[in-house]
T-cell receptor
Framework: GAVVSQHPSRVICKSGTSVKIECRSL??????MFWYRQFPKQSLMLMAT?????????EQGVEKDKFLINHASLTLSTLTVTSAHPEDSSFYIC?????????????FGDGTRLSIL | AQKITQTQPGMFVQEKEAVTLDCTYD???????LFWYKQPSSGEMIFLIY??????QNATEGRYSLNFQKARKSANLVISASQLGDSAMYFC?????????????FGKGTTLSVSS
């Protein structure tokens, strides 16, 4: 089945550091990938839609300069949290959808737990 | 207004019993898709079941079935014969419109606890 790989699974770093998270579709091409953020015991909130070869579409309230998204190929999207601060600590999870019928589910990476000290 | 409403923050069930997790949705689109995902404490999102707005029959996948009532805009998940491994958070999600490349909108989730 379709697999999405997300790396790293956990990051602990100092305030002010920039952190890059990778999301790869391993056995299918994904023209669109999605980035979500999840606080403990809460829902997944869509941050942005990543489009291969074009600029990402950000949801209202998400800072474009803070959360840089690059989708340079059909199998890789990256999310960079720039100058991270403790309030950026969260669970970040990406998803991608294989081509095919509209009933195809989005496949999720295993997520990245980001902790900013 | 919320697009996806899950009114049960937590549910408790004993092993081998069936449990229903509620989900109602709000959309003006005629074409949409409804999904259920399971999220264990480890964090990964596991796809369980899908129901399309034009599907006439309720979806079933093993022990999971979706009670789809279109007029009421509800898409409840039924888990039959609960197992200890079913303990997790469950999210109902919707994709609006016919385009498959749109993002999923998630409900707040229901934490299911299965006891022996």
């Amino acid at each position: 089945g379709a697999v999405v790989s997300q790396h790293p699974s956990r990051v602990i770093c100092k305030s002010g550091t920039s952190v890059k998270i990778e999301c790869r579709s391993l056995d299918f091409q994904a023209t669109t990938m999605f980035w979500y953020r999840q606080f403990p015991k809460q829902s997944l909130m869509l941050m942005a839609t990543s489009n291969e070869g074009s600029k990402a579409t950000y949801e209202q309230g998400v800072e474009k300069d803070k959360f840089l998204i690059n989708h340079a190929s059909l199998t890789l999207s990256t999310l960079t949290v720039t100058s991270a601060h403790p309030e950026d600590s969260s669970f970040y999870i990406c998803s991608a959808r294989d081509r095919g019928g509209v009933n195809q589910p989005q496949h999720f990476g295993d997520g990245t737990r980001l902790s900013i000290l | 207004a919320q697009k996806i409403t899950q009114t049960q923050p937590g549910m408790f069930v004993q092993e081998k019993e069936a449990v229903t997790l509620d989900c109602t949705y709000d959309t003006s689109d005629q074409s949409y898709g409804l999904f259920w995902y399971k999220q264990p404490s480890s964090g990964e999102m596991i796809f369980l079941i899908y129901q399309g707005s034009y599907d006439e029959q309720n979806a079933t996948e093993g022990r999971y079935s979706l009670n789809f009532q279109k007029a009421r805009k509800s898409a409840n998940l039924v888990i039959s014969a609960s197992q200890l491994g079913d303990s997790a958070m469950y999210f109902c999600a919707m994709r609006e419109g016919p385009q498959a490349g749109t993002a999923l909108i998630f409900g707040k989730g229901t934490t299911l606890s299965v006891s022996s």
